[in-house]
């Protein structure tokens, strides 16, 4: 099974009563569930209640409320909260050793005619084909990456101007990626919506570390997702190269802020996100200045 396969099977439910589905964490050697696992979970749960198909999901917003144990299932409750006319509007709790884990409101919306309006995409970047693939990017970190260099990876991301590991100890206040699955999709509009949810979660929150210099994997750094946002405004494929445009908008109070925009390869506004998260740098950091950014301990 390749690493999309396997994807694709993470977001097939399992119906185990009306409103009830159960989802499988995988067994990527993380100490704690991906926030874009349950997420892309919570929207299928979701998008499986509504009636109608011509209703595609507009936005979501949700809340990572504890660690996911990625050892054991996730059961998904869905509540019915309204079918109006021309939107559908769903709450999702995952749930994991009786407690909530998740939460995520998700509305759904029949298409209708209306003015058009979007910022441009960016300009003159180089095509995605050009840059270089995960296993080619960090090569020089493989041995500190260990059994992480060689998983199978189901998001093709290709980074403008070098990740963050590289950019260490250089201030900025944006960051570019080319994204795709890294393989075919079915033709199903909901399940590339989830396998976007999914991919959305991948770098945003390291976008907040830019202003500082630091990165994802810089010692004492702890990060965790708090919330994530995202709106839905045009057609679009997973499977196709899709360009995030991201930037950091606030860091205060052990909390980092950052927004993103996803493009089409043509130029189309796909998606917007927005997402908070827990950052705290500790001891062991080689930030020049911690005290700017956030707290240190509990």
């Known amino acids: 099974m390749t690493a999309v396969e396997h994807l694709i099977a993470l977001l097939d439910l399992e119906p185990i009563e009306v409103n009830i589905f159960r989802g499988r964490t995988g067994d990527e050697g993380r100490q704690r569930v991906f ?7 919570g929207l299928v749960a979701a998008a499986r209640t509504v009636p109608e198909p011509e209703r595609q999901v507009h936005s979501l917003h949700a809340y990572f409320l ?13 509540d019915r909260i309204r079918d109006g006319r021309s939107f559908t509007t769903r709450r999702v709790v995952a749930i994991q050793h009786g407690q909530p884990i998740f939460n995520l409101q998700a509305s759904f919306h029949r298409a209708e005619d209306g003015g058009d309006y ?24 493989r041995e500190h990456l260990g059994a992480r ?15 963050p590991l590289h950019r260490a100890g250089t201030s900025n206040t944006s960051q570019q990626v080319w994204l795709r699955a890294d393989g075919p999709l079915p033709d199903d509009p909901v399940l590339h919506a989830c396998v976007v949810t999914y991919a959305s979660d991948m770098t945003l929150l390291d976008t907040a570390l830019l202003p500082f210099g630091l ?22 494929r997973a499977d196709e190269w899709l360009l995030y445009d991201q930037r950091a908008l606030s860091t205060t109070s052990a909390r980092g802020l950052a927004g993103g925009s996803i493009y089409t390869r043509g130029g189309d506004l796909a998606v917007s996100v927005v997402q908070e998260g827990l950052i705290r740098v500790g001891p062991g950091s080689n930030h020049r200045d911690r005290s700017a950014v956030v707290t240190t301990t509990e």
Do not use: C, T
């Open 35 to 41: 926030g874009g696992h349950v997420a892309g979970q």
């Open 66 to 78: 504890r660690p996911g144990d990625p050892f054991v299932p996730i059961l998904y409750e869905v």
């Open 118 to 141: 979007q910022p441009a995409m960016p300009r003159d970047l180089p095509e995605p084909e050009s840059l270089p693939d995960w296993h080619e990017r960090l090569s020089p970190y």
């Open 149 to 163: 260099y060689d998983q199978p990876r189901p998001i093709d991301l290709r980074y403008i101007d070098n990740d």
């Open 215 to 236: 990165a994802w994997d810089s010692p004492g750094i702890k990060m965790a997702s708090l919330d994530h946002a995202m709106w839905f405004h045009r057609p679009f």
